[in-house]
């Protein structure tokens, strides 16, 4: 559509009606991040009374070294930091609790019953994981 609008002469009649078309796609896509976004937000929200995030560097995640582009595409494109404000505000209108939890919490190393740190963890699907999981929300939420 850019394209088009592009090879048209600046102020005639087609000109005028692609950039009209052009606007109501831009619109159309905006209407539609902000919806997608109000029914992520509604999943999240459904059901539960404490809601915590981890505080993400887009800024780190967008660059070249860490990510190919496409990766980078898509990180600009979901946008976090929307979907953080949207959360914390809907926490906050339907009375509900939000943390952010800082991005070198090691909450997954420190036991919630004892406070020993273990620095040494492996990534295994068991029992012992999913505990450790639930045990580092609690130890977010100290």
């Known amino acids: ?3 088009e609008l592009s090879r ?4 005639s009649k087609n ?4 950039l009209r078309k052009l606007e109501e796609l831009y619109r159309k896509l905006k209407n539609a991040r902000k919806k ?3 029914e992520v937000v509604s999943k999240i929200l459904k059901g539960k009374e404490i809601i ?9 995640m967008l660059s070249k070294e860490n990510n190919p582009k496409s990766v980078r595409k898509s990180i600009s494109n979901v946008m976090f930091q929307k979907i953080l404000q949207t959360l914390e505000y809907k926490c906050k209108w339907s009375g509900k609790t939000f943390h952010q939890i800082s991005t070198y919490y090691p909450s997954s190393q420190i ?3 004892c406070g020993h740190k273990d620095t040494t963890m492996q990534v295994e699907i068991s029992y ?3 505990k ?5 929300i609690i130890n977010k939420m100290k």
């Open 1 to 3: 559509m850019k394209e």
């Open 8 to 11: 048209r002469k600046k102020g």
């Open 15 to 18: 000109y005028n009606k692609t």
């Open 36 to 38: 997608y976004l109000e």
């Open 52 to 60: 915590l995030a981890e505080r993400l560097k887009v800024k780190e």
């Open 111 to 113: 036991c919630s019953e």
């Open 128 to 130: 012992k994981r999913i």
């Open 132 to 136: 450790r999981v639930k045990d580092s």
